[in-house]
């Protein structure tokens, strides 16, 4: 299994990025697919959850209506589409991806996501 993410990088505040998730190794259609985020001394944070098939999907409050996760089945891929960014949106961003019949995905519980790609960094300038 492996998921590799690229897309991050600098931006002013106000502006966009779009985050990228290659994934391969596992059956994609089964799985559910979430970005995450960590700043240095914090807890990792789930951002947002898309189940790969049925399209649902959930964002935490603070990224509602400004970020859309969505999928590219054909080329196994997961994005992030991130606007209006600001610098609390700071941080190395995520991919992870666990079976659909696991439970716990839905709220984003770090530790129900068994796979994990290496991070891409986003900083947001104000």
């Known amino acids: 299994v492996q998921l590799v993410e690229s897309g991050g990088g600098l931006v002013q505040a106000g502006g966009s990025l779009r985050l990228s998730c290659a994934a391969s190794g596992f059956s994609f259609d089964d799985y559910a697919i979430a970005w995450f985020r960590q700043v240095p001394g914090k807890e990792r944070e789930g951002v947002a959850c898309?189940?790969?098939?049925?399209?649902?999907?959930y964002y935490i409050d603070s990224v509602k209506g400004r970020f859309t996760i969505s999928s590219d089945n054909a080329q196994k891929a997961v994005y992030l589409q991130m606007n209006k960014l600001t610098s609390e949106d700071t941080a190395i961003y995520y991919c992870a991806a666990t079976p659909r019949w696991f439970e716990g995905w839905r709220e984003l519980i770090a530790h129900t996501f068994g796979y994990w790609g290496q991070g891409t960094q986003v900083t947001v300038s104000s």
């Open positions: 898309l189940s790969i098939g049925n399209d649902w999907t």
